[in-house]
């Protein structure tokens, strides 16, 4: 079956640590993308990539990075620098670069500690 | 600062009734726009998307659209309790033109009770 898969599904660190999450589809999307949730609030965009080697910031993308070398795979890396990073966050990916249709990965929570 | 708003309930609504959700949003120029369903702790997963005003149907599901009023509204005929989750509004302000346009709502909590 075609789909997302994030990992891992739950997350727990220590301040001062980055950490990696992991996002790889099989669904031959073009572009991949990184949100963030909070309790009770909407989907924010972290990054976002249209094609292979290249990515873009969103709304909230100080404190990550990520990169796109493989079409499948986009890693989102939380660094040190995020002040606030404990939240759920959901990695999706759209046919192509004009699509407006997401599907998401099952999600990764991360928990600072 | 382009805005989606919902009601963040919770809605409760009888088994068997109607849910109605609403939403508005603030730039005048979307074009696009999609309900998601979310289920406590999983991902949100599409029900719903409409491009032009009017009612667009799928199974129990209607999704109305006024541009004009700049609202998008989600209808749930004979509402079951596996309905019960939360339903995110989501607008396409046109920014990419892709999905990184996307702007969400936060969402309104349904309780379908039994």
């Known amino acids: 079956d075609g789909g997302i898969t994030q990992s891992p599904k739950y997350l727990f660190r220590k301040e001062g640590q980055n950490v990696t999450l992991s996002c790889e589809q099989n669904?031959?999307?073009?572009?991949m993308y990184w949100y963030r949730q909070d309790p009770g609030q909407g989907l924010r965009l972290i990054y976002y990539?249209?094609?292979?080697?290249?990515?873009q910031k969103g709304d909230i993308a100080e404190g990550y990075s990520v990169s796109r070398e493989k079409k499948e795979s986009f890693p989102l890396t939380v660094t040190s620098a995020q002040k606030n990073p404990t939240a759920f966050y959901l990695c999706?990916?759209?046919?192509?670069?004009?699509?407006?249709?997401?599907?998401f990965g099952a999600g990764s929570r991360l928990t600072v500690l | 600062q382009k805005e989606v708003e919902q009601n963040s309930g919770p809605l409760s609504v009888p088994e068997g009734a109607i849910a109605s959700l609403n939403c508005t949003y603030s730039d005048r120029v979307s074009q696009s726009f999609f309900w998601y369903r979310q289920y406590s702790g999983k991902s949100p997963e599409l029900i719903m998307s409409i491009y032009s005003n009017g009612d667009k149907e799928d199974g129990r599901f209607t999704a109305q659209l006024n541009k004009a009023s700049q609202y998008v509204s989600l209808l749930i005929r004979d509402s079951q309790p596996s309905d019960s989750a939360t339903y995110l509004c989501?607008?396409?302000?046109?920014?990419?033109?892709?999905?990184?346009?996307?702007?969400f709502g936060k969402g309104t909590h349904l309780i379908i009770q039994p």
């Open positions: 999706a990916s759209s046919r192509t670069a004009g699509a407006n249709v997401l599907t």
């Open positions: 989501a607008v396409n302000t046109g920014r990419g033109g892709g999905a990184d346009g996307l702007t």
């Open positions: 990539s249209q094609i292979v080697n290249d990515f």
């Open positions: 669904l031959n999307h073009d572009a």
